[in-house]
C-alpha cells in the first residue's frame, strides 16, 4: 500500500534552516508528482512546492527563493530545503502524492520558528 513519510521537522530559530524528507513506498515515485503541503494552527492546509515527474517545480510566492523542492528517484524521496525561515513557516508540513485513483498523504512533520 502507498505510504508517505515524512521528517526532519523541529524548532528553529528565524533565519534558519531546515530539510524536510518525505519516504514513499508502494507506487512506483519515479512516474508521479509529488508536493509538500502545510497547515498552520487556525488555517486552512496550502501548497508549499511540487515536483512533476519531469523534474519541473512550482512554488507558493510566499517560499519563492527561500525553499527548494527536489526529488530522489533512486531513494524513493522527496526533499524540502527550507532557509531564511520566519516565524510564519511555522505548521505542520505534509508530503502528499497524486494518483489517478486518489491522494495520498503522510502523517506530516512539525516545523517551529521561534526565538
Known amino acids: 500500500q502507498v505510504q508517505l513519510v515524512e521528517s526532519g521537522g523541529g524548532l528553529v530559530q528565524p533565519g534558519g534552516s531546515l530539510r524536510l524528507s518525505c519516504a514513499a513506498s508502494?507506487?512506483?515515485?519515479?512516474?508521479?508528482?509529488m508536493s509538500w503541503y502545510r497547515q498552520a494552527p487556525e488555517k486552512e492546509r496550502e501548497l508549499v512546492a511540487e515536483?512533476?515527474?519531469?523534474?519541473?517545480?512550482n512554488y507558493a510566492d510566499s517560499v519563492k527563493g527561500r525553499f527548494t523542492i527536489s526529488r530522489d528517484n533512486a531513494k524513493n524521496t522527496v526533499y524540502l530545503q527550507m532557509n531564511s525561515l520566519k516565524p510564519e513557516d511555522t505548521a505542520v508540513y505534509y508530503c502528499k502524492v497524486a494518483t489517478p485513483f486518489m491522494d495520498y498523504w503522510g502523517k506530516g512533520t512539525l516545523v517551529t520558528v521561534s526565538s
Open positions: 515536483v512533476f515527474s519531469s523534474g519541473s517545480t
Open positions: 508502494g507506487f512506483t515515485f519515479s512516474n508521479f508528482h
